[in-house]
């Protein structure tokens, strides 16, 4: 189970909605830390760089898509740095062209870096609401 699950409810439906929140090219437009996306496939076992602003300056980090069956299900884990995330994505339709996104987040820490891992996920679990938010009105077009 991730460290951070979070859900929102998005008046879109189900195929639309997962892909574009598990787009990383689109990343930077719902997610305010991510200031740019290196996109190398969107297969299994394709990598994607981000580029995210934590504490005033930017770090990367890759990662590698683990898993993609649309329209329900995505993941990636991190592949590089010391701090790295793991992340999935389930969307469900629920009727009526919504559907629930339910994001999961945690991220682990390599040597030193292991104790800055609880630090990380509450910034990560802070944030993540008004990103969820920002996809749901980008989708739902009250943007």
Not at 24 to 41: N, S, T
Not at 62 to 84: H, K, L, Y
Request: charged share 25%; net charge neutral.
């Amino acid at each position: 189970m991730a460290a951070m699950v979070n859900s929102i409810d998005i008046d879109r439906p189900a195929e639309e909605v997962f892909a574009y929140a598990t787009d990383p090219a689109r990343f930077p437009e719902w997610q305010k830390d991510v200031a740019d996306v290196r996109v190398e496939g969107s297969d299994v076992g394709s990598r994607f760089t981000t580029v995210r602003k934590i504490g005033g300056a930017e770090r990367s980090m890759t990662q590698e898509i683990t898993e993609n069956a649309p329209p329900r299900s995505w993941a990636a884990r991190g592949v590089d740095g010391a701090i790295r995330p793991n992340a999935t994505v389930s969307v469900e339709p629920l009727g009526d062209g919504r559907c629930r996104v339910t994001f999961g987040l945690d991220f682990d820490g390599r040597g030193v870096a292991a104790a800055l891992a609880p630090m990380v996920r509450r910034m990560a679990a802070k944030g993540a609401p008004a990103s969820h938010q920002r996809l749901k009105e980008l989708l739902e077009g009250s943007v």
